[in-house]
């Protein structure tokens, strides 16, 4: 190659120059001994020696020998490498410089630290995480699932006294961010489309700690003429799906590390009622303790119940009690429990599903009587979606749905504990 000046300093504007190689290309070209390629890549300069440099992009990273007489590079430095590939190194290597920090490189705090610090462990999340969504993807549309969007911004965020949502403004009528899509992607079950499936973004008011973000990501999927034990058995093949996508070059991909032990992914999963929960736990009567004091009901079931389930294998806990149905119709001859359920790992809920009701009167109901509950507990009111409501009326097939925690789910499948951990730039980084 020739010597001509090392440093130009700005990207060609011709597409044919473009660099088409990356480092992870690099590290899959076979070569034999002795032999080179041409190549040329983006890059950023992590490390740098008189002789040469180290290179680093999207976590992967290659050592590169500076042609005799390169001057050498900032640190910090943006370039494009051109040079000699031979498996292992890059030689006689040029810089073309892009962009200089304006500052000490790396940042004490700065993004740089936070994505490639701790052996780049963050970085990695950020590329399983691509991974999790590609074979989330394949799983749908393997299942003849459509993709859908639905708004981020609606007139009403859903009724359940447990969460709060955030208003928007600059709109001519209220306006919320959807603590989840459910509403309007039934109204597309009733329209016509009885496959379907999303992944969003989902904000909650007041959620924080190692399992929660006030802006998380959701995977929701509704499968017409089915039940909760449908997508029951999606969320098994899903999840190991997953696994064997992001884990691949494990000895056995489904198993994957917990806090209390590995824990087995391979489905099928066993089931577990409420009921049979609380009792081997807590020694309670989960029906009875609900319809005295639901509050009580929960506060046994996340400290004595919750933290025991899941430990070597997830389980799908089932048959909650009728009052706490929300949007889930009730067991067909057992009236006294509906057919929801959540599934647990590890002592934490990844998802939360039901055997969809499609009575509109029912829905109505139910409805009215949570905004009474708001209203007492003084929460925000917010109003009853008519559209939704409406969508009943004309008729939504029998359907079973599910809504999963993305995030969670990239914490089982990387074995982290903390969501901050697996999100690029959590809530706390803004």
């Known amino acids: 190659m020739g010597h001509e000046d090392p440093f130009v300093r700005s990207a060609s504007s011709d597409p044919t120059q473009v660099p088409r ?111 999790m969504m590609r074979a989330v993807r394949e799983y749908f549309d393997g299942e003849r699932f459509v993709e859908v969007e639905t708004p981020l911004a609606v007139p009403s965020p859903g009724l359940d006294t447990h969460l709060d949502a955030f208003s928007v403004g600059g709109s001519r009528a209220p306006r919320w961010l959807i603590t989840s899509p459910e509403y309007q992607m039934k109204r597309l079950l009733s329209g016509g489309l009885t496959r379907i499936y999303q992944t969003c973004r989902c904000f909650r008011r007041d959620e924080a700690g190692a399992l929660h973000q006030p802006e998380f990501s959701m995977l929701e999927w509704y499968r017409g003429g089915a039940g909760a034990e449908d997508v029951m058995v999606d969320t098994e093949r899903l999840v190991a799906h997953a696994a064997r996508a992001l884990r691949a070059a494990s000895t056995d991909p489904l198993m994957v590390p917990g806090r209390h032990g590995p824990i087995d992914l391979t489905p099928p999963w066993p089931r577990l009622t409420i009921a049979q929960a609380f009792q081997r736990f807590a020694g309670k009567d989960a029906d009875a303790l609900a319809a005295e004091d639901e509050a009580r009901f929960f506060d046994v079931y996340t400290s004595e119940v919750e933290p025991h389930l899941g430990r070597e294998q997830p389980v799908f806990l089932t048959h909650w009690p009728a009052s706490m149905a929300s949007l889930a119709r ?60 409406d969508a009943l009326r004309e008729g939504l097939p029998p359907s079973g749905g599910n809504a999963l925690g993305l995030d969670r789910l990239l914490m089982l499948l990387t074995g982290e504990t903390h969501i901050d951990d697996v999100c690029a730039i959590p809530h706390a980084r803004l």
């Open 21 to 131: 190689d990356t480092i992870a290309s690099l590290r899959r070209l076979a070569l034999q001994p002795g032999s080179h390629v041409d190549v040329r890549f983006p890059g950023r300069i992590a490390s740098v020696l008189p002789s040469g440099c180290l290179v680093g992009d999207r976590g992967a990273s290659v050592w590169c020998d500076l042609c005799e007489g390169h001057p050498t590079p900032p640190d910090g430095a943006w370039v494009v490498v051109r040079g000699l590939w031979d498996g292992a190194r890059v030689g006689e290597a040029q810089l073309e410089l892009l962009n200089v920090p304006t500052q000490p490189f790396p940042a004490p705090g700065g993004d740089w630290r936070w994505l490639n610090d701790d052996e780049g462990r963050r970085m990695a999340h950020v590329l399983a995480r691509a991974a």
């Open 330 to 389: 009730l067991v067909p001859g057992d009236p006294a429990h509906a057919e929801r359920f959540e599934l647990i790992v590890d002592g934490v809920e990844l998802c939360n599903g039901f055997g969809e009701l499609i009575d509109a009167a029912e829905q109505e109901r139910r409805l009215l009587h949570d905004q009474g509950a708001r209203a007492a507990l003084g929460l925000p009111v917010y109003p009853v979606d008519q559209r939704f409501l």
